[in-house]
């Protein structure tokens, strides 16, 4: 959230971006997209509305009503905020037909007009308590002003008196201890009558107070001090009427903080070009043709973007739930955008259940989730000791303790870390129990195996980040629908490694990788002739025929028919 509290105002609003949290609750979700919306109008309409001169004050007013003395500067503080909240209230209610969350959150705002005229009252705009703050200190500055002229009058006569003059090092008024003094030479020491207040370094120089204006001096100190005392209680009035409105100071705070957040959003959904999402009531559980037994979550991103990736270089990805699968498992090459297609997924998802626009087109929808769980990246935990794969395990352990129906699981290079025999076996165990749970789970995935699972089990579907074979590079794209492939071979031949050495390593794929890859072959019309044979004797044999009687028939390898087709079919005759 640290991106959004760079768009905050003040530290009461940074403190509520950085805390910042997804909410679970629909109602809570909607309103605050709405109040993010009402912002961006707003702020454009008008620009000129800000939280400039707002302040957290709610330390001061705690101080206050431990009778604590605030500071000239302190009060301003209250005083500027408590005018910023004044601002922005009556400009906002003004307009409450057409920003109602914002009215409603504005109308909290106390304008407490007495403290505010008070402190403007006895204090200016340099810190300063004023001669009018009270009676008693402008008739001590008055005084304090009168004997102040008369004291520097009678130093100047001394210094400038000819019988004195030559005594003096040179003719000038300065201070030592708050004191009036004049400096005299060491050696005429008692020529002039006085106080010696300080020595020169050098011991050449007294600094001496003369006997003449003793008096004049103790009663300018003594107007001081009553000026001092006058200025505290002051300032200890305006604190105890801080004190006194304590309560509403704070929920001016509390309700400018939440201003602060929401114009903080608008300004980071216009960095971003976001876009308000459509949240989209979680539909009652269902079993479409396809038999997965959808939990009915919703998910519909289109050109989304990460939100932290560069806005001029990231590939905006479509990604989308249909009613025939909540389970996407996502595939293609190392550094092609499968982890990142995740992130942004789930980031989305936490955006906009904070209340966040997100960075993607228009008509984009989400569910609101119960939870969003993640499991990314190489965790390896150095202080527990544990593996890569161990780290992943534990996390998984504890999402499919917490994950129900309504959450959103994301699962990055599920099994990796260990033998792949076992690693693929473990992942497609985790994605069958994710199903029977009908819990809406992405997963990023090298494993040839999940992708059969995902094309062979209904509920599930393949997805890939695609590779461009000409330049060699992928191309951050997600296509739903096909399953990645090992691009290595590919590769190799464009690279000019010998033919036969890369039909040789063709030979040698694992039957169940070929199989795997023939997915997508089939659907782009690019198997070559080797491969159309490995595939006629490694993949299971699943047909539907016509039998010399004209009896529509069907004959299949594995116990669940591959290719679904309606069952009503089977058995009649053609004619």
Known sequence: MSRLAEHTSFSAGRELALGLRPSTDPAEVRRRQGETSEARRLLALRGDLSLGGAHDVRPLVKNARREAVLLPTELLDIRDTLVRGRTLRRAILRLSDQFPLLA?????????????????RCINER???VDGASPDLARVRRELRETHRRLLDKLERIISSPSTAPFLQEPIITQREGRYVIPLKADFK????????????????LFIEP?????LGNRWRELQVEEEREVRRVLAALSA??????ER???????LA?????????KYAEELKAVEPKLVSWKAPRRPASNCQHPGSTIDLRKARHPLLDPATVVPIDVHLSDDYFILVITGPNTGGKTVSLKTVGLLALMAQCGLHIPAAEGSALSVFSGIYADIGDEQSIEQNLSTFSSHLNNIVDILRRADRRSLVLLDELGAGTDPSEGSALARAILSHLLERRITTFVATHYPELKVFA??????????VEFDLETLAPTYKLSIGLPGRSNALAIASRLGLASGIVDRAREMVPPQSLEAEGLLHLDTGTLTVPEVNRLLIHLPIDITYVDKEDTVRFFSQTKERIFPRTPAIIGRKVQ
Do not use: M, W
Not at 104 to 120: F, M, T, Y
Not at 258 to 266: I, R, S, V
């Open 241 to 246: 009427l801080v004190a006194e409105e304590g």
């Open 258 to 266: 939440e201003l602060d957040l929401a114009f903080a959003k608008a």
């Open 249 to 255: 100071v704070e929920h001016t705070v509390e309700a």
């Open 455 to 464: 094309h062979a089990t209904p509920g599930v579907e393949n997805a890939c």
């Open 190 to 205: 008692g020529r002039i009558p006085g106080l010696v207040h300080d020595v020169s370094a050098s011991g050449a120089t």
């Open 211 to 215: 006997l003449a204006t003793l008096e």
């Open 104 to 120: 409603d959150i504005a109308a909290r705002i106390e304008e407490c007009p007495r403290l505010v005229s008070e402190i403007a």
């Open 127 to 129: 810190a300063e308590v």
